[in-house]
């Protein structure tokens, strides 16, 4: 998991307030941050298509049973029978299922669809607890500093030893079989790949934000606040967090495809999410074993999963790119 280094992410401080900028006829017209943020971001056709893209893919996935009715699909866990051939084999695509069906006579399309909806919770769910965890600890660490910046610090260093694919399949196969863990009361699921995805990779954000932290706390902003008698939470809430939010938008937009790649890897092995629940990695797994024959059940879920992380990772280069000229190709 690749995530950009603290010096990417730093914003120029040139840019901390409002920017100027020659119009015509010689004047000066203040630009804000904001309003530069946008304008560079507009420079990016990728993104821009991109956010095209995954809005329309977030609408399909809310309104999946109204996209499924209007092209006729009978829905992801419905078998029709009649739509195997005389051997009791999958049909390709056709008019009655433009993607085909799998080998329960199940339609690829609806499947494909509702495949989105699982995708995009465990992303952006897991996205959100991960980063709130991480910049929890990152803050406390970066601001407090000794035994408490020692101990975030080793526990990272020891999470980060530990090769966290294995971890997630460890944790995620304590509770993908049988009636689950913790006694029962934790099943097999969406939750758990959720919070397998959270536990293993919440120690990025925390570092990224430590070491920006660790700068910001230095700043003559927090030491005017120090002064005037700011208590450290006012600190922490007032001065310090709103200075994080371009490496937290960052961290979060180049996260949510990786996630997203998560999910369907942990799946794919038989250790995330459990049928019949649609999900992308899982219809990749079931298709590797007929690719030959069966071509269309691998290619679609494929095709959604490569261009929903490809969307997201223009996206995530374009704010990356926005935030932090600097880091902007030449």
Known sequence: MSVSTTSDLELAEAEAGAAVELVAGGDIAARSPWELFVRRFREDKFALVSIGFLVLLVLVAIFAPVVCSLVGAPGPYKADTNALDLFGQPTGPSSAHLFGVDQLGRDVFSRVVYGARVSLLVAFVSTAITTVIGVFLGLFAGYYRGWVDTLVSRTVDAWLAIPYLLLAIGLASACSFGTGCVGGLVKPGVP??????????????ARIIRGQVLSLREKEFVDAARSLGASNRRIIVKELLPNL?????????????????????????????????????????????????????????????LFTVLAFNFVGDAMTDALNPRTRKS
């Open 192 to 205: 758990v790949v959720i919070a397998v995805i959270a536990l293993t990779s919440w120690t990025y954000p």
């Open 245 to 305: 939010a371009a490496p937290i938008i960052v961290f979060v937009t180049t996260f949510v495809p990786t996630a997203i790649l998560f999910e369907a890897a942990l799946s794919f092995l038989g250790v995330g999410v459990q049928p019949p629940t649609p999900s992308w990695g899982q219809m990749i797994s079931d298709a590797s074993l007929n690719i030959q024959s069966q071509w269309w059940y691998m290619l679609f879920p494929g095709l959604a999963l």
